[in-house]
């Protein structure tokens, strides 16, 4: 599947770029940045998405310091009030610590979310080993996260295809650097999802883009 990913700074920016790929794919993620784990920020206030209605359903990619207190707000009257975003269907964290990713995990599964993982290019899976089979997807970073239009890192493909081989049941997807010039190479791993931000963003009709994307991805899994 090819997802257009979205880092911005402002909300009303990023709600631009949703509209404008809204129902062109199935799925679209957002990047939340705060400028401590990565180098880009982003707008932080991930309730604003509760005003958004989408076609496309939602994924938060979390590149914070610590996670799990978006997904939780304390409250006097309540010690945990879930933050339960509308279209959101999975939330996506980077590898900060264990205990954080423990603790991120149970706390999504509680409310409802599928749980991604994901990898900096430089991280190996076995990290995430023995918390496999309590997530639902792992991502791979194919660049140096925290803004768009960074180098397209292409070792990570063999990382992923020794996941797939070792772990085929996990859903996988790539994100980073993916254009017109190396998807069929990327699309080789056998990665489920592909997500895909500045090459769509940077065209002058980014829904049209999606869907020569999709068309492009889909027959290159016929040919291969």
């Known amino acids: 599947m090819i997802i257009p990913g979205i880092l911005e700074e402002k909300f009303e920016k990023a709600v631009e770029r949703i509209v ?3 129902g062109a794919s199935s799925e679209i993620q957002i990047d939340i940045a705060d400028g401590k784990l990565v180098e880009g920020k982003t707008f932080l206030n991930i309730e604003k998405l509760k005003s958004l209605n989408t076609k496309s359903t ?3 990619h979390f590149m914070v310091k610590n996670p799990s207190k978006y997904l939780i707000s304390s409250l006097m009257l309540s010690p945990f009030v879930t933050r339960i975003i509308p279209n959101v269907n999975t939330v996506i964290t980077q590898v900060v610590s264990i205990r954080q990713l423990k603790c991120f995990i149970k706390t999504a599964k509680n409310i409802g979310y599928k749980v991604g993982v994901s990898l900096n290019y430089n991280q190996e899976p076995n990290i995430i080993g023995p918390l496999i089979n309590k997530i639902d997807l792992v991502q791979f970073m194919s660049v ?5 239009g960074n180098d ?3 070792e990570v493909l063999e990382k992923i295809k020794r996941f797939k081989l070792t772990y085929p049941t996990i859903k996988t997807q790539i994100d980073g650097g993916v254009n017109t010039t190396n998807l069929t190479q990327v699309l080789k791993t056998g990665v489920d999802n592909v997500i895909i931000g500045s090459a769509i963003f940077n065209s002058e009709n980014p829904r049209n883009k999606v869907l020569e994307f999709i068309k492009a991805a889909h027959g290159s899994t016929i040919n291969n």
């Open 58 to 60: 939602l994924s938060l």
């Open 152 to 154: 397209f890192i292409p």
């Open 144 to 148: 140096v996260p925290g803004k768009q």
């Open 20 to 22: 404008s790929v809204d």
